[in-house]
């Protein structure tokens, strides 16, 4: 199992705290929100502390205005264009953006460019082959991925699920960066038949020989390791922990949401640190914690309401917590770790019942609104896949 660090903006410090303290194995970098010096000073850092080091293109959005993504020297003298943008021009395309990744940054992967798809077509499926077959012919002595990013309405039909699987299985490449859209832009997927449909095609990755990351995860994602997913990625801002494509398009951040929120474990959920103030005034430490060191002032306190716990060690807490959830798995055979899934469904199943039946407010951000359709898609997958799970 490896946890790596879904790089967003104002991690520099986080990513190299994380690394020295092995909290995190490596680190995805970003070019949406830093420079190409920044990455390149960045990497460096990265590599001297013995991390793994990966470059996500962050092709999704291939006709954006974002200036950031495009002052990478992989763009000079390139536009895209659907109907212009083949061969050769494609191949030309790759080939300077894996090239930059293995000479430039030194990346331990390199990863191949991948557009956003919500429906597939031709045009799509050829543009990714090509991808595929150009960095081979590369001849790199490094592990290469194939980004996969999916919009709802492929991820929620078996069959057109299917036609990427068919492709992505037979391209030559060492695994799969796998990011995918949800519905309404939720979360939590709340449906269970994405999430069956998402578990099989993660197994059929696995058993056809090929890694996978799991980019833009959050605490549900902990749950794909039920199909052989080994490495997952998360980051600070709830934009690193779910993925939408129209964050590669310019636009003002300024807008984004902020808040200060305390990630709870054993419910896999999100609170606001006003709604423990009342609750410990009630009487409720108990069902909260047990602390970190990153949490351990604002859960140690009479009063959390006048803790100074910052957005920077509510990142940190998060970060920390879900690596550890995840690591509990490192070293375990994929039925022991379905068996440790279950058990964390009935934690989370008793702890969100207690909290309710003591007058906590669960809020909008509680595991409650998937708890169920979690746990129906990871037994209709145990119980059809049995036998694909024993050749894991």
């Not at 990497?43 to 002052?71: C, E, M």
């Not at 595929?132 to 980004?147: C, F, H, K, N, R």
């Not at 039920?226 to 922990?241: D, E, L, P, Y």
Request: aromatic share 12%; with cysteine.
């Amino acid at each position: 199992m490896e946890f790596i660090l879904q790089q967003g903006w104002g991690m520099f410090g986080l990513d190299l705290e994380f690394i020295k303290n092995k909290f995190a194995n490596g680190v995805i970098l970003s070019p949406r929100v830093y420079t190409p010096d920044q990455i390149a000073r960045h990497a460096q850092d990265l590599r001297k502390q013995g991390a793994r080091v990966i470059f996500d293109p962050q092709f999704y959005r291939p006709h954006t205005d974002r200036a950031k993504l495009l002052s990478f020297p992989y763009w000079d003298g390139l536009e895209f264009d659907t109907s212009a943008f083949d061969n050769p021009m494609a191949s030309e395309f790759c080939e300077r953006v894996i090239r930059y990744q293995a000479q430039n940054l030194r990346v331990s992967e390199g990863v191949i460019p991948g557009r956003y798809t919500n429906s597939i077509n031709e045009d799509w499926l050829v543009m990714h082959h090509r991808f595929a077959e150009t960095t081979a012919q590369l001849g790199l002595d490094i592990p290469i991925y194939s980004t996969i990013a999916l919009g709802p309405d492929v991820i929620g039909n078996e069959g057109n699920l299917a036609n990427v699987l068919d492709e992505v299985i037979s391209y030559p490449v060492d695994g799969i960066y796998f990011v995918f859209r949800s519905p309404d832009d939720r979360f939590f997927l709340n449906d269970e038949g994405i999430l069956y449909n998402i578990l099989c095609a993660f197994l059929s990755i696995r058993l056809s020989g090929k890694d996978i990351i799991v980019g833009y995860a959050n605490q549900q994602s902990i749950f794909f390791g039920a199909a052989g997913v080994r490495r997952i990625a998360s980051g600070n801002f709830r934009n690193t922990r779910q993925f939408n494509p129209e964050i590669f398009d310019e636009q003002d951040e300024s807008v984004m949401q902020r808040g200060t929120w305390y990630y709870h474990p054993r419910s896999l959920s999100d609170f606001r640190v006003e709604a423990l103030k009342l609750a410990f005034r009630r009487g409720l430490r108990d069902l909260f914690g047990p602390p970190c060191d990153y949490c351990r002032d604002l859960l140690d306190a009479p009063d959390p309401g006048v803790v100074r716990w910052s957005e920077k060690e509510a990142f940190r807490h998060f970060l920390f917590e879900l690596g550890r959830q995840w690591m509990e798995f490192d070293g375990l055979a994929t039925n022991d770790v379905i068996g440790r899934l279950r058990g964390i469904l009935v934690e989370v199943r008793n702890s969100l019942q207690e909290l309710r039946s003591r007058g906590f407010v669960l809020g909008d951000r509680s595991f409650e609104q998937s708890l169920n359709a979690t746990e129906g898609a990871l037994e209709a997958f145990v119980s059809d896949r049995q036998e694909d799970l024993q050749r894991l």
